[in-house]
């Protein structure tokens, strides 16, 4: 699949019933995917997969994931859309 294709099929993916989710997913779509490398891209289908409620805790620094790996990410992905916003 082209990273075109994949874009379009994570756009799909990021509509939530949650708009603060949403936000945050759209927004790193947008911002950073194209020049994140494959494991970071990876971990971000990873986190497509979570339910919106857990990522909604996890964006708004309630909570984290257990997952140490996904963990790291979502606040690595939080901080660097906290310094383009």
């Known amino acids: 699949m082209s990273d075109s294709d994949l874009k379009k099929q994570y756009r799909w993916q990021c509509r939530r019933g ?10 790193y779509l947008d911002e950073f995917f194209d020049a994140d490398p494959e494991p970071m891209r990876v971990l971000f289908e990873r986190l497509l997969k979570e ?10 620094r309630r909570s984290a994931p257990q ?19």
């Open 51 to 60: 339910q919106d409620a857990d990522m909604f805790e996890w964006f708004t």
């Open 18 to 27: 949650l708009k603060e989710v949403e936000v945050v997913l759209n927004a």
């Open 67 to 85: 997952d140490a790996e996904l963990a790291e990410y979502v606040q690595q992905m939080l901080d660097r859309l906290r310094r383009t916003h």
